[in-house]
């Protein structure tokens, strides 16, 4: 990305929120546009368990920002993130989506569409059972999670500020 060009940055929230947990990157999404922290421009997206169908809405991003339920085996509520190449390092074949998030990457590199920066932020699900509500331990990740997800923005939008509260308004300066 040039000194002068903005980023194209999408927060992508995934999951299905009839599966307990699975649904906590649409809580989190949600929580994102009810922030009055939000930076302007940025595009958060629903993107639940659409797959490829969401290619056309990636396109000619630089930065894409995912949030999902990540099965690794770790204590419930437990966050990760993975940059980048480390996406190839997820759990394949453990998602209840048709499609895993990699997938959706990896097209994108395949039309030559890839972002520069991409980023995951998961979380250990304690259930994924049929159900609408998140489990405790997820539920109490939800802040960590939000906190993360705005200090990733951040850090695209003004890298030299990073850590620093970015507000959508600029009354709030």
Known sequence: MSMDASPNIAALGLGNL??????????????????????????????GTLGLDLLPRLEGMTHVLAVDAVEFGGPPGTLYRFANRDLNSLPAGKSVHLLGFSDLVNALRLLGEAPSEVVLLGVQPESTDWGVALSPSVAAALNELLEAALSEIAEWLEPETAGMTLYRDADHI
């Not at 990157?25 to 993107?47: C, T």
């Open 18 to 47: 009839m599966r307990t947990d699975d649904g906590v990157g649409i809580h989190a999404i949600r929580r994102l546009l009810e922030s009055d922290r939000l930076p302007r421009g940025v595009e958060v997206i629903e993107g």
